[in-house]
Structures are given as structure tokens and as C-alpha cells.
């Protein structure tokens, strides 16, 4: 439970920083690992946000949540999972003015294998099922994106 006094924020009818008098925000947050055997592991996280403003704040949705699972599928190797996901929220541009940007979610896959006391290779699918949604107003995610890396342990 947090009370601001003199926010700074943007607005974007007038297009410039304002004063926001006094801003209430309640919420709560929980995060959890859970340990299943010795080769798998859970966690999650979720967060709720209440704001009480004259005027809505910019990139704040009500609800964030996550959830992610582990397994070590065998010697140096691991292969992971993860969703993650929010609720709509306000946002504003040029073109566009104020806005509710769409909730979504986004489902990720990757893995992890250690080729050698030196060499790791790191790979991943992001955003498995191409969700079309926007992190900001005038920015679409990237959709489905394939990342791999490979890193050194020199020392």
C-alpha cells in the first residue's frame, strides 16, 4: 500500500509531464520455487495492482502472473517451459492518443546443454504460439523468435 505525492507522469493530451497530485496504489505479489524430486522444479509468480489516480497511469496492468517448469533431462542437459502473461492496460502515442493496449500471453520453450566443461549451448523459442499483441502502443512483439547461444567459460 503505497501513496505517491507529486508523481511525475506524462500526459499525453497535453503532451508533457505533469504533477499528479496523489496517487494510491495497493497490491501484492507472490512468488514460489517448488523442488519436485531432483529433477524437476515448478515456479510461479503473480502480482495485483489497484491504482486510484485522477487519471489513468500509462503502462500498469491490474495483473501480471507466471509460470515456469524445469527438468533435467540428463547429464548437462535441461529443457524448460515457461507462460507468462498480464492484463490490458493504458497506454498513449502521438497518433493515436490514449489507449487500452489488450492483455496476452506468451508461451516459451528452451534448453539448456553443456557440450563441455568450457562450451554451453543455450536455445530458445520465444512466443511459441506468435501472439500478436503489443508491449507498448506502436510496437508489436516480434512474434515467434528463435535465439541460440553458445558461451565460453574461459576461466
Do not use: C, K, M
Not at 517448488?34 to 510461479?44: N, Q, T, V, Y
Amino acid at each position: 500500500d503505497n501513496v505517491f505525492r507529486d508523481l511525475i507522469d506524462f500526459d499525453p493530451l497535453s503532451f508533457t509531464t505533469v504533477n499528479r497530485d496523489r496517487v494510491n496504489a495497493r497490491g501484492a505479489e507472490i512468488e514460489g520455487r517448488w523442488p519436485i524430486g531432483a529433477a524437476f522444479a515448478l515456479a510461479g509468480a503473480a502480482s495485483l495492482l489497484d491504482l486510484d489516480s485522477p487519471t489513468p497511469l500509462r503502462g500498469r496492468p491490474r495483473w501480471q502472473a507466471s509460470l515456469s517448469a524445469l527438468w533435467r533431462a540428463g547429464d548437462g542437459l535441461e529443457l524448460n517451459a515457461a507462460v507468462r502473461a498480464n492484463s490490458s492496460f493504458n497506454d498513449s502515442s502521438i497518433p493515436t492518443g490514449a489507449v487500452t493496449a489488450a492483455g496476452h500471453a506468451e508461451v516459451d520453450l528452451g534448453l539448456r546443454y553443456r557440450l563441455s566443461r568450457t562450451f554451453t549451448l543455450d536455445a530458445a523459442l520465444r512466443n511459441l504460439t506468435g501472439s500478436r499483441h503489443r508491449d507498448s502502443v506502436g510496437w508489436p512483439a516480434p512474434g515467434r523468435l528463435v535465439r541460440a547461444t553458445l558461451t565460453a567459460a574461459l576461466f
